[in-house]
């Protein structure tokens, strides 16, 4: 099985910094690499997908990048409400899942 | 709407089972692949299971794999997990989400909580 190993698994930051979470897979991916945000008690809410495409209604300041086995999520610029935790998921079409460990991102 | 609408979850023994639901509305179900994805108080997020659009294919975690049993009912826009021999391990809110992440669609949610 593709294993998915995101990193840090924390990381605190100032308001307007550049904040970058990476991930990385066992085995080449492609593209088919998404990526979440999670608040406390929300449902997952989807940010990129195919690495590096910006789902519609996410601010610009999130960007993705990546292809094969190495992957990163840009903040361009951190801001109070980018307070979550975020997650990166391997996917392929109706075949199994790998969610990465989890980036918490708090404010300095 | 768009909207998955999950349901079952509750408080049940070690060893006993459950059964979840995922009600689906708003689009084309019948031609979606579909995922349980769980997550553990505190913990991250965990893939629990997948079936495709017309039934013919799952696929498990190693953690609930003949223990656990994904199915649909397209006829209802429904799908299921039936969680046998439950463990302590598997106390988590559980989610339904469509299989092509584009697509953005996930329900809110149901606790199951597995104690004595």
């Known amino acids: 099985d593709i294993q998915m190993t995101q990193s840090p698994s924390s990381l605190s930051a100032s308001v307007g910094d550049r904040v970058t979470i990476t991930c990385r897979a066992t085995?080449?991916?492609?593209?088919?690499l998404a990526w979440y945000q999670q608040k406390p008690g929300k449902v997952p809410k989807l940010l990129i997908y195919?690495?590096?495409t910006l789902h519609s209604g996410v601010p610009s300041r999130f960007s993705g990048s990546g292809s094969g086995t190495d992957f990163t999520l840009t903040i361009s610029s951190l801001q109070p409400e980018d307070v979550a935790t975020y997650y990166c998921?391997?996917?392929?079409?109706?075949?199994?899942?790998?969610f990465g460990q989890g980036t918490k991102v708090e404010i300095k | 709407q768009v909207q998955l609408l999950e349901s079952g979850g509750g408080v049940v023994q070690p060893g006993r089972s459950l059964r979840l639901s995922c009600a689906a509305s708003?689009?084309?179900?019948?031609?979606?692949?579909m995922h349980w994805v769980r997550q553990a108080p505190g913990k991250g997020l965990e893939w629990v299971a997948v079936?495709?659009?017309?039934?013919?294919?799952?696929f498990y975690a190693d953690s609930v794999r003949g223990r656990f049993t994904i199915s649909r009912d397209n006829s209802k826009n429904t799908l299921y997990l039936q969680m046998n021999s439950l463990r302590a391990e598997d106390t988590a809110v559980y989610f339904c989400?469509?299989?092509?992440?584009?697509?953005?669609?996930w329900g809110q949610g149901t606790m199951v909580t597995v104690s004595s």
């Open positions: 989400a469509t299989d092509n992440p584009r697509d953005d669609i």
């Open positions: 708003g689009f084309s179900f019948s031609n979606s692949g």
């Open positions: 079936i495709w659009y017309d039934g013919s294919n799952k």
């Open positions: 085995q080449g991916i492609s593209n088919y």
């Open positions: 195919a690495a590096s």
């Open positions: 998921l391997k996917y392929n079409s109706a075949l199994s899942w790998t």
